[in-house]
Structure formats: C-alpha cells, structure tokens
C-alpha cells in the first residue's frame, strides 16, 4: 500500500510517501523558520500562505522522487490537528481534493500520534506497550501507549510545553528562532552550576511537569545580569538546559515505574535534544531500559510520520477505505490525543466523526 502523507500543522510543510510493500520512505520537507525568524515566533497567516505556496511542488517532487504518478497513490494521510486552524486547512483541502478527484481514501491524522508512532519507523522499532515521552513545541505529556490509538495520558505539563521552555529562554538570551537548537549549542559552553535555577515539581510524586516557573527564573537571573556576556549566557543557558532535563528524566523513570515497563520512546522536536538523549540513555541503562527515537530528521514535524500513522489507521485500526467524498474534511485545531480510539473500540460512523 502507498500513502501519501501531508503534515501542514504549524511551520513546516512535510510530503511523504510510504509504501508498506518495501517499507520505502520518499519524503520531501520545507521549513518556514527563516520566513518566521524576524517575528521570533510563528505568524500564522504567514505560515498559511507559505503552505499554499509550497504544498503541490513538495507533492510533485515527492511522486518524482519515488517514480509514482498520483494514481499509483492509494490513500492520502493528512494532519488534521491539533495545530493553527488556516495551516491544517491547507493541507485537509489539498488532500481532501485528491482524495477525491482520485477516487482515494483520505484519512485525518491527530499530529501528536505521527510523533508518537515514528520511532516505530527504524530498523529496531520497540514493541507495544511502552512510555511514550512527547515533547514538542506545544506539548508535553508522558503517555502508556498500550497498542496503536491506545493512548493513556500519565502526566502532561500545567502550564508552557518544553519546546516552549526552550523557544522563550532562546528570546532572552537573544537567540535565534526556533530556540531548542541554539540554547542546547550554546549551553555545551555553560559551567555546570555556575547558578542554581529550580526543578520544578520535580519531587511532586505526580508525572505532571511545570515549566514556567523556570522560564520566570531565568527572566529574573537575565534581568538581575544585565549587560550580558557570553559566558554567563552560556552558563544560563546550561542550568536551564540541565533543570529541564533532570526534570524530565526523573518523570520518565517514575513513569516507567509506576507501568512497570522497560521501554520508554521519546517523539517531538524537544527529542532531539542531545543533553536529553544522553541524560535518558544513562538513566535507562543503568535500569536494564532502552530508549528509542524517530530516525534524526523525523524528530521535528515532517510528513514521513503522518503517512506511516495514516498507514497504521488504515490497516491496522479500521480505518474508514472508502473513497473521500466532496465533503471537506473537519479540521481540529484543539484535539487530544486520548480522545482517539483503536477501530477495534468504534463504528465506522464514529470513527468517521473522531477522525475528521
Ligand atoms: O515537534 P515540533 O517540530 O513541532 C511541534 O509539533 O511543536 O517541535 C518544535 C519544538 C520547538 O520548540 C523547538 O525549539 C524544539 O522543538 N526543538 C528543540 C531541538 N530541536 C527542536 N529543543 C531542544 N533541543 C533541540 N535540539
Ligand atoms: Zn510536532
């Protein structure tokens, strides 16, 4: 089976084309971050455009590259949320008039359930159940993952989502957008313990996490600091770095112990930070754990993981096969991902209704 996937939820365009025959992965990405650096954040109506801009050449390239032609297509994944309502509709309307005008299935993927089977795209994917960490731009949650759409939230975060964390302490030390990358550089420079910033909610005994007290702390040490060298914005940036991913560890291994579980994946942009990685590889070994991540560049969005969950929906789940109609499809800028249900659990109508 091949499934086209587009993924237009936030600030990249993602086409990907996966055919389950050869496990064969063709994807094409175009990220806005220059388009949105000046901003120092995302601009919705800029990202729309930027997606109607891109979106059919991607496809194109995409078909090229595979030496398809988009009747060799035989379904079409599309993010259908959560994200901003004007990019998903780019998308939902582009895959919706293919689906159509093919006679192809089309089939509405939650964003965060890409993330969350993408690991499952490598040569040594992990087996059902495991702990799910998903750490994004605009999410932060540790999930029981029981099978495909069985999700079971453990703890998620009260307040700004690590990505977040990230992006808002790049703002203050004057870093560039999107944050994550440049505060994790940056604070491979910092003295560890030059100054202490707090662990939020670390001894809790709960697996939510809290993340804005720390932003709030580092506002302050800026502030205090005033004229800011280089040094004391690399040491700021690896206590923060160190706070978030002490924090982070310590809820994944209480997860894993309250499931009694030894696999522990971790999805979403924050996941290919290095500090994290290596702070949660220690951690597991020494526990007999493994840690398992998306290939390098399906960490951040990308179009690859919303084809293979469409595929998985499709084959696996019961999705609805029938040709799209003329109906466009619903987008859900707001949609949890404990709301989906595995097709074994629904009706075909219903199913209909939680998916698009
Ligand atoms: O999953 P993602 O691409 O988009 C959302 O669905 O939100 O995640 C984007 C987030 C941004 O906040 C970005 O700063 C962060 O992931 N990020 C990182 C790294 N790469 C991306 N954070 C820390 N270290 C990184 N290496
Ligand atoms: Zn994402």
């Not at 004057?174 to 910092?190: D, I, K, M, N």
């Not at 580092?218 to 978030?244: H, K, P, T, W, Y």
């Not at 220690?282 to 919303?306: H, K, Q, W």
């Not at 040709?323 to 707001?334: C, E, F, I, N």
């Amino acid at each position: 089976m091949r499934v086209l996937g587009i993924e237009t939820s936030c600030d990249e365009t993602g086409v990907a084309l996966f055919d389950s025959a050869t496990n064969a992965l063709v994807h094409a990405l175009h990220s806005q971050v220059k388009l949105h650096s000046a901003y120092g954040g995302v601009v919705p109506e800029l990202a729309s455009r930027d997606h109607v801009r891109n979106l059919a050449p991607l496809i194109r390239d995409v078909l090229d590259r595979a030496g398809c032609e988009r009747r060799d297509i035989d379904a079409i994944a599309v993010t259908a949320g959560p994200g901003l309502a004007g990019a998903l509709l780019v998308g939902c309307g582009v895959a919706g008039a293919m689906g159509y005008a093919l006679h192809k299935p089309v089939v509405a993927v939650h964003h965060l359930e890409g993330h969350v089977l993408s690991p499952l795209l490598t040569a040594s994917p992990p087996s059902f159940p495991f702990v799910c960490l998903l750490v994004s731009g605009g999410h932060t949650q540790l999930l029981h993952v029981r099978a495909p759409g069985q999700y079971v939230l453990l703890g998620e975060t009260l307040d700004d989502a690590a990505g977040e964390a990230f992006d808002k302490t790049a703002q203050m030390l004057g870093l560039g957008y999107p944050g994550g990358p440049e505060v994790s550089r940056l604070a491979q420079f910092g003295i560890a313990g030059a100054l202490r910033l707090p662990r939020p909610m670390m001894d809790s005994g709960t697996l939510d996490v809290s993340f804005s007290g720390l932003k709030t702390a580092v506002s302050n040490v800026v502030r205090r600091a005033g004229n800011l060298c280089e040094q004391v914005r690399a040491d700021i940036a690896r206590e923060f770095v160190d706070a978030l991913v002490e924090v982070l560890t310590a809820k994944c291994l209480l997860a894993l112990e309250r499931t009694q579980l030894s696999q522990l994946v971790v999805a979403g942009g924050v996941g290919a930070n290095v500090q994290l990685r290596s702070s949660l590889d220690a951690a597991l070994a020494s526990r007999g754990g493994r840690v398992f991540y998306p290939p390098a560049e399906l960490c951040t969005d990308n179009g690859a993981m919303i084809a293979y969950a469409g595929y998985v929906r499709l084959t696996q789940l019961g999705e609805c096969t029938e040709a799209a109609s003329a109906v466009p499809l619903k987008v859900r800028p707001r949609w949890d991902l404990c709301d989906l249900q595995g097709g074994s659990l629904s009706s075909p109508t219903e199913r209909r209704t939680v998916g698009a």
